[in-house]
């Protein structure tokens, strides 16, 4: 049981590049979700989805794009990074309401 | 959307001590959880208490929910106890989380 899992841990992308970010969960949890937390600042949801095809929207999702084809996996993707980017991503998953969050270990993603 | 206020931003303890961390939000909320953040970046899950109290060891935490404030206590504080804690709450089917700022904790041996 690996819990949440996150690829690739460090990433520095050219600022205009594009990647996806890796999420993968073997917990069977409906819900996923994508934050990113900026130095000394808490964490902002990019998107999230409460079920394999359902994805919406979070507070800071331009420039970002999911896609929910799987329980299991919840890729990010970035589609013209920019230095704004630059900051560490945080996946996390949940059973349902009412259950508490697991979180990945991190991405740390830096645009130049 | 709801706002949460973490207090105190910084705390530093020596071993030993107990100390309270608060969370005030802004609307009546179905979901609230604390999170550890330690110096590697990970983030831990403490507890998971829209309303009541829970106690897990040297943690526990209490939720006045019709007043919008949590309350984290830590008892006999221990170096590992460094960190970010960090307060989230939800309202809504999603169960999506909005962060507080943190409180940044420091236990000095």
């Known amino acids: 049981n690996a819990g949440v899992t996150q690829t690739p841990k460090f990433q520095v992308l050219k600022t205009g590049q594009s990647m996806t970010l890796q999420c993968a969960q073997d917990?069977?949890?409906?819900?996923m979700s994508w934050y990113r937390q900026d130095p000394g600042m808490g964490l902002r949801l990019i998107h999230y989805?409460?079920?394999?095809?359902?994805?919406d929207q979070g507070e800071v999702p331009n420039g970002y794009n999911v896609s929910r084809s799987t329980t299991e996996d919840f890729p990010l993707r970035l589609l013209s990074a920019a230095p704004s980017q630059t900051s560490v991503y945080f996946c996390a998953s949940s059973f349902q309401t009412g259950y508490g969050y697991t979180f990945g270990s991190g991405t740390r993603l830096t645009v130049v | 959307g709801i706002q949460v206020e973490q207090s105190p931003p910084d705390l530093i303890l020596q071993e030993g001590a107990n100390s309270t961390l608060r969370c005030n939000f802004s609307d009546s909320v179905n979901n609230l959880q604390w999170f550890h953040q330690n110096p590697w970046g990970q983030l831990i899950n403490l507890f998971y208490i829209p309303s009541g109290t829970k106690q897990n060891g040297r943690l526990s935490a209490t939720t006045v929910a019709t007043e919008r404030y949590s309350l984290l206590y830590i008892s006999s504080s221990q170096t590992t106890d460094s960190g970010v804690y960090f307060c989230a709450v939800g309202h809504n089917a999603g169960n999506m989380l909005t962060f507080g700022g943190g409180t940044r904790l420091m236990v000095k041996p």
């Open positions: 917990m069977n949890h409906e819900y």
């Open positions: 989805s409460v079920g394999a095809g359902i994805t």
